[in-house]
């Protein structure tokens, strides 16, 4: 068995057009005319991730794969309202759109939700600096609004053997637009908060070797597991017996999303792809990918070599 592990979790920020994340959005609303209700220190536990340093980080100089329109929020964060981030949206969601947005080797979701009409239900990550940023839960009506900003500091370090990056919120502050009928502020509390910092998510690339043809490791992926978003298999005018798609594997109690491309390589095929890591439950004060990265990667090559 031959297979060469990239093991490389991928920053997004190559994904994201810095302008979505910057621009009108990066202005305070209380700079803006919103009447201020308060500001308060916030007591939040810390939130630490660690990431083995045995995995590379890839080079911030693109997204091939397009990753972040693979975050689907309907598995992280609750779409339904049951639980999750978006526990706090009390109608039904008739439109999400989600960002990926990087500190170091994980991403937190920035996610903008229209509910009905004109009304919007926003949970933005904003005035990202090299130590600090803002989440903003907002209710407006593509113009005045009401909300809630949370500062958070982060800090990202290499020690021996992992990356690792914490969050901390210091501070909340409220407020409101407009002279009539304004919106209340939404409910997002310090709870809500620590539970959208404890999401994260991590872009895992694998490259496996194998003997065999690419449609016979295609197969396999359909035979052992879940096809979403499923498109049928498609040849490239380079290379024959390109295949790409998606699949959900279940590991270790996770449903982890998979998107995978299999070719031609030498007298057999490779596999090359992304697992979305979710966040694991945190355990002794720290969230570590290291185990459920471990256990994909042997997933995956019972896949291929099955």
Same mark, same amino acid.
């Given at each position: =068995?031959? =297979?060469?592990?990239?093991?490389?979790?991928?920053?997004?920020?190559?994904?994201? #057009? $810095?302008?979505?994340?910057?621009?009108?959005?990066? *202005?305070?609303?209380?700079?803006?005319?919103?009447?201020?209700?308060?500001?308060?220190?916030?007591?939040?536990?810390?939130?630490?991730?660690?990431?083995?340093?045995?995995?590379?980080? =890839?080079?911030?100089?693109?997204?091939?794969?397009? &990753?972040?329109?693979?975050?689907?929020?309907?598995?992280? @964060?609750?779409?339904?309202?049951?639980?999750?981030? @978006?526990?706090?949206?009390?109608?039904? /969601?008739?439109?999400?759109?989600?960002?990926?947005?990087?500190?170091?080797?994980?991403?937190?979701?920035?996610?903008?939700?229209?509910?009905?009409?004109?009304?919007?239900?926003?949970?933005?990550?904003?005035?990202?600096?090299?130590?600090?940023?803002?989440?903003?839960?907002?209710?407006?009506?593509?113009?005045?609004?009401?909300?809630?900003?949370?500062?958070?500091?982060?800090?990202?370090?290499?020690? !021996?053997?992992?990356?690792?990056? #914490?969050?901390?919120?210091?501070?909340?502050?409220?407020?409101?637009?407009?002279?009539?009928?304004?919106? *209340?502020? /939404?409910?997002?509390?310090?709870?809500?908060?620590?539970? =959208? &910092?404890?999401?994260? $998510?991590?872009?895992?690339?694998?490259?496996?070797?194998?003997?065999?043809?690419?449609?016979?490791?295609?197969?396999?992926?359909?035979?052992?597991?879940?096809?979403?978003?499923?498109?049928?298999?498609?040849?490239?005018?380079?290379?024959?017996?390109?295949?790409?798609?998606?699949?959900?594997?279940?590991?270790?109690?996770?449903?982890?999303?998979?998107?995978?491309?299999?070719?031609?390589?030498? !007298?057999? #095929?490779?596999?090359?792809?992304?697992?979305?890591?979710?966040? /694991?439950?945190?355990?002794?004060?720290?969230?570590?990918?290291?185990?459920?990265?471990?256990?994909? *990667?042997?997933? &995956?090559?019972?896949?291929?070599?099955?």
């Amino acid at each position: =068995m031959n =297979m060469r592990q990239y093991g490389a979790f991928l920053p997004l920020a190559a994904a994201i #057009s $810095l302008p979505i994340l910057t621009g009108c959005m990066a *202005s305070t609303p209380t700079s803006q005319g919103a009447e201020l209700d308060s500001v308060e220190s916030v007591a939040m536990e810390m939130v630490t991730y660690q990431i083995p340093e045995n995995v590379v980080v =890839m080079p911030q100089g693109g997204d091939p794969f397009n &990753l972040a329109r693979y975050a689907d929020p309907d598995r992280y @964060l609750g779409v339904d309202g049951s639980d999750g981030i @978006l526990g706090m949206f009390h109608d039904a /969601p008739a439109q999400i759109r989600t960002r990926a947005v990087s500190f170091g080797e994980v991403s937190l979701l920035h996610i903008d939700v229209r509910a009905r009409d004109s009304f919007r239900q926003r949970l933005w990550l904003e005035n990202v600096e090299d130590t600090s940023f803002v989440v903003h839960r907002r209710n407006d009506n593509g113009r005045a609004g009401s909300g809630i900003q949370y500062t958070v500091n982060y800090s990202i370090e290499d020690k !021996e053997d992992f990356q690792e990056v #914490s969050f901390q919120a210091v501070s909340a502050e409220t407020y409101r637009q407009g002279a009539i009928g304004r919106f *209340s502020v /939404p409910p997002y509390d310090e709870n809500e908060l620590r539970t =959208m &910092l404890s999401s994260g $998510l991590v872009f895992y690339r694998f490259e496996i070797d194998n003997p065999y043809d690419p449609d016979t490791v295609y197969a396999n992926f359909r035979r052992l597991l879940s096809a979403y978003s499923f498109r049928p298999n498609h040849h490239n005018d380079d290379v024959a017996g390109f295949n790409a798609d998606r699949f959900r594997m279940p590991v270790e109690g996770m449903d982890v999303r998979v998107y995978l491309e299999t070719f031609p390589y030498r !007298e057999g #095929s490779k596999v090359e792809g992304v697992a979305i890591l979710p966040a /694991p439950p945190e355990e002794g004060g720290v969230i570590d990918f290291g185990p459920l990265a471990e256990a994909v *990667s042997e997933r &995956l090559e019972a896949v291929v070599f099955d």
